[in-house]
């Protein structure tokens, strides 16, 4: 006669790991949103374009000829909107995005018609491509795998 015994401890013990480790969303976001900073911060500094492939409108003239510092670059005086880049994470996703009052307006543009602000064209620069999109699920599958081991 044959016998079979099935001791199911260890297989247990990786599904009890593998579920604890799932529930720990905030390390998942926390990479995400890192690599959002990172695709975001490497679009200003290419000054490739919007998320959805549309290269940022020149400069005007007038505003080059103004502009103190980074006369060449769009979107950088000082580097504040590309250098602080914030996200925030919690256990069921991140969100990501910046505090300066400024970063709508360059985002959406101005329909002002005179002051400060006003004219300013929209160059969106939040989002992502789909190229970029490839990239985040890339990174969420290999900490799955690596989650799940």
Request: charged share 30%.
């Amino acid at each position: 006669m044959i016998h079979i015994q099935l001791n199911a401890d260890q297989a247990l013990r990786g599904l009890n790991r593998t579920a604890e480790n799932l529930q720990q969303g905030r390390k998942l976001y926390g990479m995400l949103g890192e690599a959002l900073r990172t695709i975001h911060k490497d679009r200003f500094e290419k000054e490739q374009a919007s998320p959805d492939g549309q290269k940022w409108q020149s400069l005007s003239p007038k505003y080059q000829a103004q502009k103190r510092k980074n006369r060449d670059k769009i979107l950088i005086r000082d580097g504040n909107l590309k250098n602080l880049l914030r996200y925030q994470v919690s256990d069921k996703g991140v969100v990501f995005g910046s505090d300066r009052k400024y970063a709508r307006v360059h985002h959406f543009g101005s329909n002002k018609n005179s002051g400060r602000g006003s004219g300013i064209p929209a160059r969106p620069w939040l989002g992502v491509s789909k190229k970029n999109e490839g990239y985040l699920l890339e990174k969420t599958e290999r900490f799955l795998q690596n989650v799940i081991g």
